[in-house]
């Protein structure tokens, strides 16, 4: 039987057996007068534990105050580490019984009898922790502290279930948040010999008690590798909310519907497609203990910075929560450089609407702080988009310039010159998109047009006047050479 099964049962399983369960109002329970039961508090819990034990020459392990310190030394600890992983304060304090003998622990959890291996469980998950002492005697200090991690994840799920995550997902998160040791064995081979031999169950099926307890050595191992997938493929906040959506909505299927805006048969189809992968190797990646950089820093690579950054964000949070500094510090760099990213973009972004706006100098500007942006980030592929926008500037603020000499050569009555300018600057703002300079051109044109005209009637009628005048002058000229010929005539 796997190690994770032999950490952690609860209740329902007892109750699929048909065994008797603990009547959990009345304290544990017919031992209860034989137990001199004492209390050791810290700031989240009650610990529980046995002074003396009538009637017995001697304990099956080593009970009494030492044994509660042991425990009081790091169940606060744990308790903070899960409230930064979750976000969610629960109710304190907690109960932690330390059951000094065998057969009280029967009493509260009588399959203990026939599987030797279950240490403790969660009693109604989340009123009682339940330590069976004697059997985590050959038991290291670090599988110790797992084993109150493992339960008190329960407790987690469960608020933010409100009490409805069945039990696949919560023993599937319960391993998820156990610490990696290097006594503990993860290697899913037993999962792989399932896979190849069709013998895996459907998330339906892990979804009821009795599918996850009939055959535990499968369904452990299953149910940490759909929550691994889950996490590895859509982030640990994600499933959080899916924890959280499992309290208000009928089932897990619906609840996977909200949280991933996928259904429950997609995500299993992923999940199956997953597996081969996690076969080799990625059942070691864990978000809280060795995150894997590897997808957002391909989404860095490929320039999908609004999309890492998003990411990192949260991924930075969760890293600082659970103290993995070096993999931390890789993070941070990256969410650095995802913001140099971004910033790049938007000056990008800001070239391109400057040059739509017709505003050159300043596409232009931005352009170029974009192109030394990505340059400073190793990013050229956006570059020559860039450079486009850049060399339409040059040309835009190039005809505005061409459209203010035509003007002024206008002013100056320099027809010819001026239309020249004006009509290769009106071409070129037309195929640049600058509607409004374009048509101020085409008015230049016009006013030039009109200029000419009055110019030639001006002309015109300054020949017609010259003509009169000299006709005149002549005539005057006649009179006053032979007035009698002028009066005879």
């Not at 009588?110 to 009682?128: C, K, M, W």
């Not at 890293?319 to 993999?327: I, K």
């Not at 505005?400 to 035509?406: A, C, E, N, Y």
């Amino acid at each position: 039987m796997p190690k994770k099964f032999l950490l952690s049962l609860l209740l329902p399983l007892l109750f699929f057996l048909g065994l008797p369960g603990p009547a959990l109002a009345q304290g544990p329970f017919d031992q209860a007068a034989e137990i001199d039961w004492q209390e050791l508090r810290t700031d989240k819990f009650i610990i529980v534990y046995a002074d003396s034990v009538s009637g017995l020459a001697r304990f099956d392990c080593s009970c009494g105050v030492e044994e509660a310190q042991r425990y009081a030394d790091f169940v606060d600890g744990i308790y903070s580490d899960l409230v930064a992983v979750f976000g969610l304060e629960i109710k304190t304090p907690i109960n932690l019984r330390l059951f000094p003998t065998e057969e009280s622990y029967y009493e509260v959890n009588p399959l203990a009898r026939q599987l030797t291996g279950v240490i403790a469980h969660a009693l109604n998950s989340r009123d009682e922790i339940a330590i069976a002492l004697p059997r985590t005697e050959r038991l290291t200090e670090e599988e110790i502290v797992n084993n109150i991690r493992h339960e008190l994840t329960h407790f987690f799920a469960s608020y933010l279930s409100d009490g409805k995550l069945k039990a696949g997902f919560q023993e599937g998160i319960a391993q998820y948040l156990e610490k990696p040791t290097e006594r503990a064995n993860y290697d899913p081979a037993v999962l792989k010999l399932a896979f190849e031999e069709g013998r895996l169950l459907t998330w339906s099926e892990l979804d009821e008690a009795e599918s996850v307890y009939s055959d535990p050595q499968v369904a452990y191992p299953q149910s940490l590798s759909i929550v691994s997938f889950l996490v590895d493929r859509y982030s640990l906040p994600t499933f959080i909310e899916f924890l959280k959506a499992s309290g208000t909505e009928p089932g897990f299927r619906s609840a996977l519907q909200t949280a991933y805006g996928k259904s429950a048969d997609q995500l299993e189809t992923e999940w199956l497609a997953y597996l081969p992968e996690y076969f080799d190797g990625r059942w070691q990646i864990n978000a809280i203990y060795s995150y894997d950089l590897s997808r957002v820093t391909q989404l860095v690579n490929k320039a999908a910075y609004s999309d890492a950054a998003a990411e990192l964000a949260e991924i930075v949070a969760l890293l600082e929560s659970t103290n993995q500094v070096d993999t931390l510090a890789e993070a941070e760099a990256l969410l650095a450089r995802a913001h140099q990213g971004q910033a790049a973009g938007a000056l990008a972004d800001e070239s391109r609407q400057a040059l739509l706006a017709g505003d050159y100098p300043l596409a232009i500007e931005k352009g170029n702080a974009a192109i030394t942006a990505y340059e400073s980030l190793g990013y050229r592929e956006r570059i020559p988009e860039i450079q486009v926008y850049i060399h339409r500037a040059e040309l835009g603020q190039n005809a505005l310039d061409q459209l203010g000499r035509g003007e002024t050569l206008l002013s100056s009555f320099r027809f010819m010159e001026a239309e020249d300018e004006l009509q290769q600057a009106t071409i070129l703002l037309q195929s640049l998109g600058n509607q409004a300079e374009a048509e101020r051109g085409q008015s230049l044109l016009v006013k030039s047009a009109w200029q000419q005209s009055l110019l030639a009637y001006l002309l015109l009628a300054v020949g017609a006047t010259l003509l009169i005048f000299n006709a005149l002058r002549r005539l005057i000229q006649r009179v006053s050479a032979n007035p009698l010929e002028v009066e005879f005539t």
